[in-house]
């Protein structure tokens, strides 16, 4: 069943309004018609409904709620990526393939040795591209959450935030004793929902001063293992063990 993301302004009185870019999809693309059955998520209270498009026209898509969904794609782990800012379309795979993996939010950082920078200018259009790219992602895995895409940040930023979670993990490739599973395996046995963030930085690494810092802060410094991996990798990897580890299965 084709989901769909919606405001809760959109929803009253046993009816869903769908509006903008998501109208052409269901009538031009998917050529969605009357009577057919589509799943609509509430972005901000997270709720599903089972719905019957009633109406097409040029600009809306008007549906009548038949029933209220089961919450099952979102579990007990909130996971945030702070992503050096990578090279050409890296970020992007990273956020589709994140959204997909669990990724709860996505913070661009600008490190030492990011060698793309963005400016103000272009910042905007960046994060709303990205945004969008989190928003089909989302839709096409079944979350029942739309991952955010924030404003870049800096390495100050980061260090401010790092009390707020539970765990915060830098990945490190010159860290030679202390592996993911270990920090891992300490949270387990304290908490059932995880408040997570990963630190990851750009193609060139992190200089030793950032890291220095953000340790300072409270920031675990792990390794993957014995292989360097690409800044996209480590995204996906460190998502999917945490998932793997974490995660119960989604709230049934």
Not at 176 to 200: D, F, R, T
Not at 209 to 235: F, H, P, Y
Request: glycine content about 6%; overall charge neutral; some cysteine.
């Amino acid at each position: 069943m084709r989901k769909f993301f919606v405001e809760s302004n959109q929803v009253k009185n046993n009816k869903i309004i769908i509006l903008g870019e998501d109208v052409n999809h269901i009538k031009n693309v998917l050529r969605l018609n009357i009577g057919e059955k589509i799943k609509i998520c509430d972005k901000t209270n997270k709720v599903n409904y089972i719905s019957e498009i009633t109406e097409i026209t040029l600009k809306e898509v008007w549906c009548n709620i038949l029933e209220i969904a089961k919450n099952k794609a979102e579990g007990n782990v909130e996971l945030h990526i702070f992503q050096g800012l990578p090279k050409a379309d890296k970020m992007e795979l990273i956020i589709q393939k994140g959204t997909e993996l669990g990724v709860t939010e996505f913070i661009p950082v600008s490190l030492k040795r990011s060698i793309v920078k963005i400016s103000s200018k272009d910042e905007a259009k960046k994060i709303d591209r990205w945004n969008k790219i989190a928003e089909v992602a989302a839709k096409q895995s079944g979350r029942d959450l739309v991952p955010i895409v924030r404003s870049v940040e800096n390495i100050k930023n980061i260090c401010n935030e790092i009390k707020d979670y539970d765990i915060v993990l830098l990945a490190y490739e010159l860290e030679e004793s202390n592996y993911i599973k270990n920090e891992l395996q300490k949270l387990k046995s304290k908490n059932e929902n995880y408040k997570i963030a990963v630190i990851i930085g750009p193609e060139g690494g992190l200089e030793q001063d950032e890291v220095n810092a953000m340790q300072e802060s409270g920031a675990k410094v792990i390794s993957l293992g014995k292989r360097i991996l690409r800044t996209e990798t480590v995204a996906l990897q460190v998502s999917s063990i945490i998932m793997y580890e974490l995660e119960n299965g989604g709230n049934e």
